[in-house]
Every structure is written in C-alpha cells, then in structure tokens.
C-alpha cells in the first residue's frame, strides 16, 4: 500500500503544488518580459543600422517632404523594415526642432490596412503622445544615444510598448520610435507566464493524482476484502444468484442454516431448493417477485439437507450494473424458527396473565363488596354507640373502633381503583357538575379531620370558572379528598387551601390511546381548569418528590411512622388526573409547605358570572383572629358589592351604627364576649350578625349560642350560603340550617 498520508498533510501538498506553479508563472512572466524587451532592443538597433548618416539630410520635416523622392525613398525603407520585423506595428522617424521646441515626424509606416494608414503619421507631424514621459524618453534616446524603453505609452490610437533609438544622421537630432501592441504584448506574457505553470503542476500534480487515485484504489480494495470477510464470517445467512437464478455465492452463515456445503448449492437453482417444501403458487408468486426487479420480504418455508423444514424470512434486493440492468441478486436469510417458538410462548404467557388479571379484578371487585358490608355495618352501630351515654373509657374504644373502620374502608376503596387503574377499567362519567360545589362538598368530607387539628379550610373560586362543565365530577372530587386529606395529615397547624381557576394554556400531559377514546370530543368551550391544594404543613424534600406518586411509596417509612396510610392515594390521585386529561406537580420546601396543583379538561356549559351585587351598599362586620379567614371573607362579600369592615369582638358593639350586618367566627373566647355584652342588651344585634362554627362544636354548646345570632353555619362556610343568608331581611331567621352542606 502506498505511503499514507492524513488529510491535513495531503492539503498541505495540493497547496504547495498551486503555489510552485504560480511562482514558476511569474518568473515565467518577467522571464518573458526581459526577452521580449531585448528582441525589441535589438530590432530596434538593426533598424537604426539601416540609415546612413546622409539618408535624411535633404528632408526638412515638414508637408513639403510628403512627395520627395528622398522621403519616398525613406518610407520605402520603412516599410521594408516593418514587414522584415514581425515583432514591430509602427515604425517612424522623428527630428527634434529647436525652434518648435518639439520631435516632428519626418516618414513612418504603420502597416497595409486602411485603418493603419490613416492613423499614419505625415511629415510635419509633432509626436503622438498624450504625456510628456513618452516624449522625454525620446529626448533621453537622443541625448544619451541609447536604446529606451516605454512599456505602458498611451497614445491616440491605443496603448503601445515603445522603443527609442538614435539614428547616426547630421546633426544627430533624429531617432527611430518602434511601436508593438501592448494588448498584444501583454497577453504573450501571460501565455509565456501559463505555460511555465502549466509545466510545474504537470511535473509535480501527475505524480500526487497517481498518489490519489492508488491510494483510493487501496482504500476501496480493502473495503471490498473486509466486507468480502464480513459477509463470509457473518452469522446472517447470504446467498447471491445470477440472473437466471443460478447460486453464485453462499457464505458459511447459510450453510449452517441450510447444512448444505458450498459444492451443493453453487451453481444450482435456488428456486428448486424451496420448490420442495412449497406449494406451487406460493413458488410462481416468488418467481414474480424476481421478476418485478423490486426489493422484497417474505416469510417462506425451507427444507434443510436432513428433511427438516425450518421457517425463515428472506429479503431480496436486486443488484443492478451502471445501465440498470439486472445482474443478479443477494437473499438475506433470518431463521424465524426460534422466534415463533418464543411468540407462541409469549402469546400464551399473555393469555395466562390476562386471565389472572381478569381474575383479580373478579376477586377484589367480590372481596371489595364482602368486605365493604361487615365494615358499613361496624361503622354504622359504632356511630350509634356514640351517641349513647358512654364513660369516657368506652367512648375511647368505640371511637378507635371507628377510626380503624373508616380507615379499613378506605384501603378498600383504594385498593380496587389502583386495580382498575392498573388495568385500564377505571372509566369517567362525564356530567354537568359546579365546580364550587365539588370544591365545598370535598371540604365537608375532610373538614372534621381539619376541626380536631383547629385547622383552618379556605377556598377560592376565581371568577373566570364557569358556573357549570360537563366533568366528571365525582373523580374530581376524589383528587381533592385525596389531596386535601394529605394536606390535613401532615400540616399540625396552620391552614389547607383549596383555589380553583381557568388555566391560561392548555396542558400537553401524557395519554394513551384509550384515556383518548373516553374523552369528550375537542369544541369551542372545551377548557382546562386549574386545582391547586396548598398547605402550611412538613413539606416534602426534592429527592422525595421523584417517587411521590408511585403506588405503595410511603416517604417516612421508619417503623415509627407517625401518619399511617396504604401509599395509594396520590397514584389513584394520578392516574385519575391523567385519565382526566390533565397533569398533576408539586411545589414543596421542607418545613414550608407544600402546594398541589392539577388540571382537568372539560367543556364549559355556563360562562363564568354568577349573580353580584346581592349586598351592595352594605357594610358587614367581619370578625375572626385568622387572618387567612378574614381575606377569604372580605374577598367574598367585597365580589358581591359590601363594604367589610374587619373588627375585633369587643369593638363590635361599640358603634352598633357603623355595620348592618356581622359575620362572626366563634371561638373559645366568643361566649365571655357574647355574655359580657347581655348585661347591656341595647349593644348586641344579634338578628343581625351570622355565626361560623367548628363541625366539632357539641350540640350543647350549638345551644347555647344559638339565642345570640339570627343563624349558625358550620365551616368551612359555603360562600353561596353565606351571600343568601346576608342578603336575607327577615331578622331572627334562626330556624336556619345549622350546617352549610344542608342548605
């Protein structure tokens, strides 16, 4: 193999030939140059030899010149010259003129044709340059009495190559001009200058070309023995045939598939071979496929040497010569053998697994109602256990009975949608539903888990949310109790806060194709609604919202784990996202809080704008010590047009005047202010003022309060009621429901 040589360095040499073949032009050029200019010199001196020193003595320089025989004789000569001289283009004679202070033409000879006869110059004629350089050089040729040259004289009739020389005449103020096109001129060197480099990259590029091409030669011969080797060694069974489907070629991976050997196949029909183990037709439709001259794959039964059929998928591709003709054809064979052997395994693995998941469903769907009926039953006389006269030692073990019973209900319920999900049988109802009723029921559910921790639940409807969509709104309020019953477990105080509104764009979550099928076709109404679940509780670590969501994950899985809980909530929570068409993340620091935010598609089915202005002009008294519950109130009755005045109890009967109505959050400390305010009766307004209280409070203490307000309301406060029950004017309506999920 030739000297190799990298890219770089083979670079390097083009270069080096480019620029040896432009240097050798240009010293070809002035090489050229420098002989041009001595021929011109010489032709110059053997014209000015041709004059003796009395030829010219009886011209004068003038018109008068023009038909002596002296001049005639002279121009005779000229011409002679001229034509004798193949270099030379003009030849005149000039005399210098003392009294015209100038070189005047005493004959010259321009050449035969018209057009070089009339630019000739006459006697008398001053000298036809338009610089004084050309005539100074003239000057210098007379006063030195040498040869000068003037390669670039630009004259009336073109650019010319001058040469001056003096003539040996009396008085010695005559010289001899020769004049060569300097178009002509330069393009002679530069053919002189081509020539040369033409000779350099000749000299020095037909070796590095041979270079190139036996190193590309190289090159593709060894490409050639290593595919020629790859295809031999190969495991992938190849076969090449001629045209008329004769073997030219087997490699060794073939006759392992085939256990024939080479002398056995090599110059037989191909065709003849499988037409053993194939039905006719199937044998005349793969003659027609090689007849197509087309690329093709197809699944055919071969008989090895033995007998033995064997299944295998054959790709064959034509192999055209440069006139696309057909010359053959290479078959590529894969033993299917093994792979239908692992399908048929695989199908029946598939079907076993498929029925022990239809079984699973069966069973926890049966074991999901046998279960459910003893635990309702428990549940159900523990409740009624509770409402009889109990010690307090008994009224702990009934409410541990019934806290264990609920929780048991719930892994129930959260068992058999993981399992639905799982296999792909959890399904949406979609139904017009209001999204600040899903919001307010879910808060019910969970608020006496909030109450027993003095919790506060808030919750904000922004006022682009439709009043109604077609959702699902039973799975959306499992997302919530799932969500804000988390929030509840692991905040040991402060507030849980659920805010609902339009999402700007549109979320691109993950979803297959059956999620796809069981959603409601894309219209002008169709929009994404945004639920975020914040809290003031333990936050969770980044490390730990990777796993979050996995079924069975529980994050503080110590054998002291304070909050209990299967794991499954927030995969159900999830996957019943997801299969609503939305996504779900969370935002949490530790010790900070976390916030749980998802969206669900649906369609609008009425716009946004509920009814406002119920309590315009009036200004209502809001009283409570958390702050969080107060803007949640404020913001409420400011949408509906009051005017809330944020008071402390004591304050509010000192100006009775400066509210109409009041909206009081009753605590551990508003029966000392209610009772101090009954010994001056004229201060307390009560068929005016609205009370909020914990689901917790007893009925006893409910009866107790009941006298100072016009009605009671339990929280989280339902901010519809609480409108309607403020815009009523019936003073004293104490026969209001006392618990907002009844009204």
């Not at 020095?204 to 790859?230: C, E, F, M, T, V």
């Amino acid at each position: 193999m030739p000297f190799a040589v990298n890219k770089t360095s083979l670079a390097v040499l083009c270069l080096a030939v480019v620029a040896a073949g432009f240097a050798s032009g240009v010293w070809g050029y002035y090489d050229a140059r420098r002989t041009h200019l001595d021929d011109l010199a010489s032709d110059a001196q053997h014209c000015a030899l041709a004059f003796s020193p009395g030829s010219l003595a009886g011209l004068t320089a003038t018109r008068a010149d023009e038909n002596l025989p002296a001049c005639l004789d002279v121009k005779k000569l000229l011409k002679k010259l001229n034509d004798t001289h193949t270099r030379i283009d003009r030849i005149a004679i000039y005399r210098w003129m003392p009294q015209a202070a100038r070189f005047l033409c005493i004959a010259s000879d321009y050449g035969s044709s018209d057009l070089a006869r009339s630019q000739a110059a006459r006697p008398g004629d001053e000298f036809p340059a338009l610089s004084t350089s050309a005539e100074t050089d003239a000057q210098q040729a007379r006063a030195t009495g040498t040869v000068v040259f003037d390669e670039n004289r630009v004259g009336k009739f073109g650019r010319w190559v001058s040469v001056y020389a003096p003539l040996d005449t009396d008085g010695g103020a005559d010289i001899l001009c020769i004049d060569a096109s300097r178009p002509l001129w330069a393009t002679a060197l530069l053919n002189q200058a081509f020539v040369r480099a033409l000779y350099v990259w000749l000299l020095l590029g037909l070796p590095l070309a041979g270079y190139l091409i036996s190193r590309r030669n190289s090159q593709q011969s060894l490409i050639i023995r290593k595919l020629a080797a790859a295809a031999e060694q190969s495991a992938i069974p190849m076969l090449i045939i001629d045209a008329d489907g004769l073997t030219e070629y087997v490699n060794e991976g073939w006759c392992a598939l085939s256990q024939y050997s080479r002398q056995d196949i090599v110059g037989q029909r191909w065709l003849d071979r499988i037409s053993r183990s194939t039905p006719p037709a199937e044998v005349a439709r793969v003659r027609q496929l090689f007849h197509d001259g087309k690329t093709w794959t197809e699944d055919l039964e071969l008989e090895r040497k033995g007998g033995e059929r064997i299944s295998a998928s054959v790709t064959c591709t034509p192999i055209r010569n440069p006139d696309t003709n057909i010359v053959g054809y290479i078959l590529v064979f894969a033993d299917r053998t093994e792979l239908q052997r692992q399908a048929a395994e695989m199908r029946h693995a598939r079907e076993r697994a498929e029925a022990a998941d239809k079984a699973k469903g069966v069973f926890l769907a049966t074991m999901s109602h046998e279960v459910r009926t003893p635990l309702n039953g428990i549940l159900g006389f523990s409740d009624l256990l509770l409402d009889t006269n109990l010690d307090a030692e008994q009224r702990e073990y009934v409410l541990a009975i019934h806290t264990s019973g609920e929780a048991l209900l719930q892994l129930t319920g959260d068992i058999l949608d993981h399992s639905r999900a799982e296999s792909g049988r959890l399904l949406l109802k979609p139904e017009p539903c209001e999204p600040r009723d899903i919001v307010e029921e879910a808060l019910d559910i969970v608020a006496p888990r909030a109450a027993e921790k003095k919790l506060q639940l808030l919750h904000d409807i922004a006022r682009g949310v439709p009043e109604r969509v077609l959702a699902d709104g039973g799975r959306i309020r499992q997302v919530l109790v799932n969500l804000v019953g988390n929030a509840i477990k692991f905040t040991p105080a402060g507030e849980v806060e659920v805010t609902v509104r339009v999402a700007v764009t549109a979320p691109a979550p993950e979803t297959t194709a059956a999620t796809t099928a069981r959603q409601e076709p894309e219209n002008a109404n169709t929009l994404t609604l945004e639920f975020s679940v914040r809290d003031t509780g333990i936050g969770i670590s980044a490390e730990d919202q990777t796993r979050l969501f996995r079924p069975f994950v529980q994050l503080d899985s110590s054998s002291a784990r304070r909050y209990g809980g299967a794991g499954l909530g927030l995969a159900i929570t999830y996957d019943l996202v997801r299969l609503m068409g939305g996504g779900i993340t969370v935002t949490s620091e530790r010790d900070k809080g976390s916030t749980f935010l998802f969206t669900v598609r649906c369609a609008a089915l009425e716009s946004a704008g509920a009814k406002t202005g119920r309590l315009a002009g009036k200004r209502i008294a809001v009283v409570t010590r958390e702050a969080s519950l107060r803007r949640e109130l404020e913001r409420e009755l400011a949408a509906q047009g009051a005017t809330p005045l944020a008071l402390a109890m004591e304050q509010l009967g000192d100006d009775a005047t400066a509210w109409h109505q009041a909206v009081v959050d009753c605590d551990e400390t508003t029966l000392q202010h209610l009772r101090a305010y009954t010994t001056v009766p004229d201060r307390w307004r009560g068929e005016s003022v609205l009370g909020l209280i914990g689901v917790d409070m007893g009925a006893d203490r409910r009866k107790i309060l009941r006298p100072y307000f016009c009605v009671l309301v339990s929280k989280p406060a339902h901010h519809r009621l609480l409108v309607e029950k403020l815009a009523r004017k019936h003073a004293g309506d104490t026969a209001a429901s006392e618990n907002s999920s009844n009204l």
